[in-house]
C-alpha cells in the first residue's frame, strides 16, 4: 500500500516542503510514498517551488484506506477528515505532541525545533540518502520561513545549522537575501479578498472545551495590512457566528518590529489581560515582541482558559 505524506489545513511552506521531501526520503528507502495536501498553496509556498522546481501537491482531504505519514502536525483538528478509517504509519513534526493515536507502533520524529524541515534534515542524514539540491533549497526557505529568519524564539542552532548545509547543497550563497524576498512575497496582500487572508495561516484550538481560532499574518512592515484591518475584523466576525468559536484571535506580526498587534474577539476578552497582562485597547492589543503563535501564544492562552 503506497503512503500518503501530509501536512495540516491551511498549508504553509513547512507543510507542503516536508510533504515533499518525506515522500522523496521514503522513495529512497524503498517505500512508495506521494505527497498531497489539504488546500491549494499559499504564494509564499508558490514562490518557494518556482524558485526550485517542485510542483504543488495534489490536493485531497480524506484518509479512508490510505497509510498516512502526518508531517508538521499532530492534531485531530488539524489532519485528514477520517483519520481513524487510515493508519498513521509515521509522523515528523516539531509541535506539542496532539491528539493522534495509532493501532500499530508507528516511526515518530518529533523534536523541539524551528521547523520540521530541520527534522527532515537530520532525517536524510540518519538514513544516508543524499538530498536533492533543489530539495535542499526547498527545504532551506521553510526553515528561513518557519523561523521568521531565525528571529523566533522557536529558532534553535540546529535550525540554524541545517539551513547553512541546505544552502551548500542548493548553492543558495546569499540565503539571507533570498529569505528577504520570501517575505516581500508573503506580505504583500493587494487584492487579496479579508477572508482569504484571515484563512492563509489559520488554525483551531480546542482550549479546555472551547473553540478558539488564532490566525496569522506575518508581514514586512505592518502598514501594509492597516488598510485591511476593518474587513479582517469583519470576516472574524462571521467565521465566529458561523463557526460558534469562543474566541477568534489574528495576529498581525510585524518581523521587522518584532511584535504582533492581534485583533481579538471573544465572548471573554478578559482571557487576553490574563494570558499577556495587557487588557485590549478598542479591537486589539500590541505585543511586544511576539512573533511564534506556537510558542507564545498558545500556550498563554491555553492557560487562562484552563
Ligand atoms: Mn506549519
Ligand atoms: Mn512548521
New binding site residues.
Given amino acids: 500500500m503506497a503512503a500518503y505524506v501530509v501536512?495540516?489545513k491551511n498549508p504553509?511552506t513547512?507543510?507542503i516542503v516536508s510533504a515533499i521531501a518525506i515522500a522523496d526520503l521514503w522513495s529512497k528507502r524503498g517505500i512508495e510514498a506521494s505527497p498531497i495536501a489539504q488546500g491549494p498553496v499559499n504564494p509564499e509556498t508558490k514562490f518557494v517551488l518556482g524558485k526550485f522546481g517542485g510542483t504543488a501537491p495534489e490536493v485531497q482531504t480524506d484518509a479512508t484506506d490510505k497509510q498516512i505519514i502526518l508531517v508538521?502536525?499532530s492534531d485531530l483538528a488539524q489532519s485528514l477528515d477520517n483519520l481513524d478509517k487510515g493508519e498513521v504509519v509515521a509522523v515528523v513534526d516539531h509541535h506539542k505532541l496532539g491528539d493522534v493515536t495509532t493501532s500499530n507502533p508507528l516511526e515518530m520524529w518529533v523534536w523541539p525545533v524551528g521547523c520540521?524541515c530541520t527534522v527532515i534534515k537530520a532525517m536524510y542524514d540518519f538514513y544516508n540518502v543524499e538530498i536533492p539540491a533543489n530539495i535542499a533549497g526547498m527545504l532551506m526557505c521553510a526553515i528561513l520561513s518557519?523561523t521568521v529568519m531565525f528571529k523566533s524564539p522557536t529558532c534553535t542552532p540546529q535550525d540554524k545549522e541545517a539551513v547553512e548545509t541546505l544552502a551548500k547543497i542548493a548553492g543558495v550563497s546569499e540565503y539571507m537575501d533570498l529569505g528577504v524576498e520570501m517575505f516581500k512575497v508573503k506580505s504583500a496582500v493587494d487584492g487579496t479578498p479579508a477572508a482569504e487572508l484571515l484563512m492563509r495561516d489559520y488554525k483551531d484550538f480546542d482550549m479546555s472545551g472551547k473553540k478558539v481560532g488564532i490566525g496569522q499574518l506575518e508581514v514586512v512592515d505592518l502598514s501594509i495590512l492597516e488598510p485591511y484591518k476593518e474587513a479582517l475584523y469583519a470576516e472574524m466576525e462571521k467565521l465566529k457566528s458561523e463557526g460558534g468559536h469562543h474566541s477568534i484571535f489574528l495576529l498581525l506580526t510585524d518581523i521587522m518590529k518584532e511584535g504582533s498587534d492581534m485583533l481579538v474577539l471573544s465572548d471573554d476578552p478578559a482571557v487576553v489581560e490574563k494570558a499577556f497582562g495587557k487588557g485590549v485597547d478598542g479591537k486589539s492589543v500590541w505585543l511586544d515582541g511576539v512573533l511564534s503563535r506556537k510558542k507564545q501564544v498558545v500556550p498563554p492562552f491555553e492557560k487562562a482558559f484552563a
Fill in positions: 501536512g495540516h504553509d513547512d507543510t508538521d502536525h520540521s518557519d
